[in-house]
T-cell receptor, first 114, second 113 residues
Framework: DSGVTQTPKHLITATGQRVTLRCSPR?????VYWYQQSLDQGLQFLIH???????AKGNILERFSAQQFPDLHSELNLSSLELGDSALYFC?????????????FGEGSRLTVL | QQQVKQSPQSLIVQKGGISIINCAYE??????FPWYQQFPGKGPALLIA?????SEKKEGRFTISFNKSAKQFSLHIMDSQPGDSATYFC????????????FGQGTELSVKP
């Protein structure tokens, strides 16, 4: 158990809809990262928050947004969903905001868009 | 372009054998190279990591070999066990972008008893 909690574990929705994925980092970790895992793209970095502030953006679509709340949990919002958004979405956390080190991944939220 | 290329895509090894997975990177600014292990239904978990100031790092049965001039690094799993069957990802990042990992495509390892 990594200590990172993600909900929901599975989500099935229709095209055009909006969903919210939630992540609670390990106790004491200030950084939250979101990654997308798909068969064709592999594991792709989406966005990084540190102590409530956005620190880095990766290949995140404009239809996607995220935020980190004062209690350090994070939410990833996916809107105007398309079939191609079907993927596993992982949240990871770490203590540091900049230095390299271990990321602790949750078990992911599997999104299926029909 | 920041890319990490990993091979092979899949690997079948007999129990007790050596598993070798290779990765190559392009960006010379990368200075942290971790390997993550992922079991079905789970998130990736850090296995071992190396920085470019050393050419090899060993932790138990797992060894990373690093060739800075060739921009390549590899994972060796000695005495492979069925419990090692998982997907392995190499990754790279820059020091000031610690959690922004660029992952390889993954290698699905199957260790046969």
């Amino acid at each position: 158990d990594s200590g990172v909690t993600q909900t929901p574990k599975h989500l099935i929705t229709a095209t055009g809809q909006r969903v919210t994925l939630r992540c609670s980092p390990r106790s004491g970790d200030l950084s939250v990262y979101w990654y997308q895992q798909s068969l064709d793209q592999g594991l792709q970095f989406l966005i990084h928050y540190y102590n409530g502030e956005e620190r880095a953006k990766g290949n995140i679509l404009e239809r996607f947004s995220a935020q980190q709340f004062p209690d350090l949990h994070s939410e990833l919002n996916l809107s105007s969903l398309e079939l191609g958004d079907s993927a596993l979405y992982f949240c990871a956390s770490s203590v540091s905001g900049t230095n390299t080190g271990e990321l602790f991944f949750g078990e992911g939220s599997r999104l299926t868009v029909l | 372009q920041q890319q990490v290329k990993q091979s092979p895509q899949s690997l079948i090894v007999q129990k007790g054998g050596i598993s070798i997975i290779n990765c190559a990177y392009e960006n010379t600014a990368f200075d942290y190279f971790p390997w993550y292990q992922q079991f079905p239904g789970k998130g990736p978990a850090l296995l071992i990591a190396i920085r470019p100031d050393v050419s090899e790092k060993k932790e138990g049965r797992f060894t990373i070999s690093f060739n800075k001039s060739a921009k390549q690094f590899s994972l060796h799993i000695m005495d492979s066990q069925p419990g090692d069957s998982a997907t392995y990802f190499c990754a790279a990042s820059r020091n000031n972008q610690g959690g922004k990992l660029i992952f390889g495509q993954g290698t699905e390892l199957s260790v046969k008893p």
